[in-house]
């Protein structure tokens, strides 16, 4: 699931910046339910993938609380192709 899960994750994100939690929506809505993955699975993931510099991360305080915003980099827009 590892090398599938990145894949998803990378074209979610491909869709626009978001926080982890609406990736997580994302991904439930995109498959019917089929992928309802904890965040123990879906932020360990990201960490991984920014690790790898596929994707990157910034603080936001929108709507008055504080998240991480992740974003494609170059090489994650090219890996998720």
Known sequence: MKGH????????????ATHGYA???RLRGASD???DLAAGTIYPALRRLSDS??????WSDDDGRRQRVYSLTA????RGC
Request: charged share 25%; net charge positive; hydrophobic share 45%.
């Open 5 to 16: 899960l990145d894949l998803l994750l990378l074209t979610l994100i491909d869709s626009g």
């Open 23 to 25: 990736i997580a929506e």
């Open 33 to 35: 339910g089929t992928f």
């Open 53 to 58: 510099g596929l994707v990157t991360s910034r």
């Open 75 to 78: 090489k994650g827009r090219r």
